[in-house]
């Protein structure tokens, strides 16, 4: 979804209100808002591009930031500057890389994302037969309470699955970056962002996961219980997936 804007009215409010409101609620409020048309990631990408081939360096800043809370990938970011600089001339990918690499860092996961504060972690092998698309695993905690850091690629998620327990048992989230989903049988999804905690009891079948156009990050905290198991089942229907946005 598009982020709501207020840079107009922090920046520009006192100077020029009439142009911060038109920035705010006509320019972000009415037009980027309209994602029917055209989702907020792609109106980012050819933002971008408007910018980069006008050398407005310092709005094209802003909108690597903003597109990257669009879900634009720092892989992606460097393709659109690859691809721009036959475009608009090479000198221009030169000024724009080392901004990429400053928006999305430089000392970040194999694919070029950071998240948040807790580290992304391993390939989720072990447990990739479980998952649509690629996850990662990172120990937290290991100690009295384990804790671990589930980081989810766009569009990834993992199976139904039921934590099992004789007694206690079930599991807490805890969401830390990006958008996801939470979905309990039966039930209608829950869309997740950073801050959300979502409680499920042991025995309640569900899946978690990213949303399709975003990351997503979760600790994952297992609440101790007797006799505790995992059962994975079978994975989310893919046309059900595709209803959420
Ligand atoms: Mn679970």
Not at 30 to 56: H, K, N, P, Y
Not at 135 to 141: E, I, K, M, T
Not at 164 to 187: D, F, N, P, T
Request: charged share 20%; aromatic share 12%; net charge negative.
């Amino acid at each position: 979804m598009a982020k709501k804007q207020t840079a107009g009215r922090d920046r520009l409010g006192n100077l020029a209100p009439k142009f911060a409101e038109l920035n705010d609620d006509v320019l972000f409020g009415q037009v980027w808002s309209r994602e029917a048309q055209l989702s907020a990631r792609d109106r980012s990408m050819i933002t971008i591009a408007a910018l980069f081939s006008a050398g407005l360096y310092p709005q094209l800043k802003s909108h690597l930031v903003l597109g990257k809370e669009h879900g634009i990938t720092k892989a992606e970011a460097v393709e659109i500057a690859t691809q721009l600089a036959f475009y608009c001339g090479w000198p221009k990918a030169w000024s724009v890389f080392p901004m990429i690499e400053e928006v999305y860092g430089s000392t970040d996961g194999e694919e070029g994302h950071v998240l948040s504060c807790f580290p992304i972690g391993e390939k989720n092998n072990a447990f990739a037969k479980y998952f649509i698309g690629q996850s990662y695993l990172a120990p937290v905690s290991t100690q009295q309470l384990p804790v671990f850091n589930v980081t989810f690629e766009p569009a990834c998620r993992n199976n139904w699955h039921v934590h099992h327990a004789k007694s206690g048992g079930g599991q807490m989230l805890i969401c830390v970056s990006g958008r996801g989903w939470y979905q309990a049988w039966g039930e209608a999804a829950r869309e997740l962002h950073p801050g959300d905690v979502v409680n499920i009891p042991a025995g309640v079948k569900h899946w978690h996961g990213a949303a399709k156009d975003s990351w997503f990050q979760h600790l994952a905290i297992e609440v101790p219980g007797e006799e505790s198991s995992t059962e994975w089942c079978e994975a989310v229907a893919d046309e059900e997936y595709r209803k959420l946005d």
